[in-house]
């Protein structure tokens, strides 16, 4: 079979470029299958508001950054990620799985000396303003909580879930304890039912299937969004809860009118042409693929220049 190719002038260019490139989103998954499976605890060290806030290292990547701390508690040292099944019942981090497994979740339980928070800080680089968020995950429970006394109900423990951006001022050093967070009742891990005695239970308990859904946002590229699952320190034996298998989608709310200006100076200039110069290669999706040919190339050279002056 004989193939044709088919060459656009670049006066034709523009018209089918703006449609191609406004179709940027922003994704991100999470396993947590990273976490330690095995070994003594980690040390979770930095330099946060709150004393001892700092990086989940091994869970830390592609633009994401997890950290954990301390909110409240008696303890002054430092927090640790402890390798659990559910078996721990001091105030901890936890990477909860059966013993030896490699598929772990992230999770905490709380005590008097230490309640922790844990969460994540997102970027938006899509070159977007993004709109509507979606979270998804599996809540999971890997100790009952457990009654005060023989004849008590028990308390429901919560891990409560709440998020913010950093254009209304919140920050990576302080997002773990700012009350300027928004609550979302749909993120909230709620635990499953106690052990009816005064002693836990040990082991994993499927709780739900999370969606959170925040509209109305205005996400814009560069800033960071952040999510937040907090503990709080609850009568008897505590729970110990986790989340697993995180996917967050986020689309478009403004449609970039101008994707030529790649450096979001407001004009498309010789700025942009090096910024396209720089990322030549094979790129499907990227901003600076801009006639969606899954290459940086030339064509998109030319559509800078063919879209050169004040964005409007």
């Known amino acids: 079979m004989k ?19 406004c179709a940027q989103a922003f994704t991100y998954n999470q396993s947590f299958d990273t976490l330690p499976s095995s070994g003594a605890a ?9 004393t001892m806030q700092g990086a989940l290292a091994a869970i830390s990547t592609n633009g994401a950054a997890w950290q954990a701390t301390r909110v409240v508690g008696s303890g002054s040292t430092v927090v640790k990620l402890n390798v659990d099944t559910g078996s721990g019942n001091s105030g901890a981090m936890g990477s909860y799985g059966a ?4 598929n772990r979740s992230l999770g905490c339980i709380a005590s008097g000396t230490t309640v922790p928070a844990f969460g994540v800080g997102l970027t938006n680089n ?4 993004l709109g ?8 999971q429970q890997w100790r009952s909580p457990s009654n005060s006394t023989a004849t008590s109900l028990g308390v429901v423990n919560t891990l409560k879930f709440a998020y913010g951006l950093s254009s209304n001022g919140i920050t990576s ?8 967070m928004l609550s979302d009742d749909n993120g909230n891990v709620v635990s499953g039912p106690t052990s ?11 709780l739900s299937n999370n969606s959170v859904t925040l509209t109305g946002l205005t996400w814009n590229n560069g800033d960071v969004l952040y999510l937040r699952w907090q503990d709080t320190n609850d009568t008897a034996n505590d729970a110990a809860l986790a989340i697993d298998d995180l996917a967050i989608t986020a689309d478009i709310a403004v449609e970039n009118t101008c994707p030529a200006d790649l450096d979001f100076s407001s004009a498309v200039d010789s700025g942009d042409v090096g910024i396209v110069l720089l990322d030549t290669g094979p ?9 969606g040919s899954g290459e940086v190339d030339s064509g998109d050279v030319g559509f800078v220049l063919l879209n050169s002056g004040p964005c409007q």
């Open 42 to 50: 980690t040390e979770i060290t930095g330099t946060g508001a709150i």
């Open 173 to 180: 050093d302080k997002f773990l304890s700012a009350a300027a």
């Open 196 to 206: 009816g005695t005064t002693v836990s239970t040990v082991g994993l308990v499927p």
């Open 99 to 102: 013993a030896a497994s490699t």
């Open 126 to 129: 899509t070159g977007s303003i």
């Open 3 to 21: 193939h044709t190719t088919a060459k656009m002038s670049l006066l034709s260019m523009p018209l089918f470029l703006a449609s191609v490139a």
């Open 132 to 139: 509507t968020v979606t979270i998804q995950f599996k809540a």
């Open 283 to 291: 790129c499907a999706g990227c901003p600076t693929d801009l006639d």
